[in-house]
């Protein structure tokens, strides 16, 4: 079974342009998910995105955007770039959330962005 | 809002055993996850707790205790694979993961 798989792997801009990074999730997944991991940070949850709506929102400016396809995969538009949006992008699916239970997240590898 | 606390860097030797403590504030509580992630890769996941108690897989065990709004991780037998960021995040009523910043966790010979 084929696991997250997100491109591009590395990415460089300079400050002003636009990123689109790409995520395609496991298999009968519906649930994605967006997280910033900057270096030496925790990851913070960006998006969640389940059944082609977006379902949440991290504490991000607007200028951080996505959505989802009727395929289940997702990108993640990051707009006007700043030198601090540099970091890690790790997408993760999962089943559709219960409530409660353990609705675990794959992780793919992630899209390193540098911003210059 | 949520808040989770959890050491910056930790030391081990080889075949020891090592505790990772986590500490959280949430809003409404959907249980708590461990992850491991290696350098420069994913996070994978390692346990999940949602009632009060151990949970046990292999040289693994997770606990919580929801009352004190505290998790620990314990490795047994340590090896040199295991050095790597042990993430405590926890499932509260906006139904996403919140992370903490992770624990590094080096594993000396």
Sequence with gaps: ?116 | GQNIDQPTEMTATEGAIVQINCTYQTSGFNGLFWYQQHAGEAPTFLSYNVLDGLEEKGRFSSFLSRSKGYSYLLLKELQMKDSASYLCAVKGSARQLTFGSGTQLTVLP
């Design chain 1, 1 to 116: 079974e084929a696991g997250v798989t997100q491109s591009p792997t590395h990415l460089i801009k300079t400050r002003g342009q636009q990123a689109t990074l790409r995520c395609s999730p496991i298999s009968g997944h519906t649930s994605v998910y967006w997280y910033q991991q900057a270096l030496g940070l925790g990851l913070q949850f960006l998006l969640w995105y389940d059944e082609g709506e977006e379902r949440n929102r991290g504490n991000f400016p607007p200028r951080f955007s996505g959505r989802q396809f009727p395929n289940y995969s997702s990108e993640l538009n990051v707009n006007a770039l700043e030198l601090e949006d540099s970091a890690l992008y790790l997408c993760a699916s999962s089943l559709a959330d219960p409530i409660s239970g353990a609705n675990v997240l794959t992780f793919g590898a992630g899209s390193r962005l540098t911003v210059l």
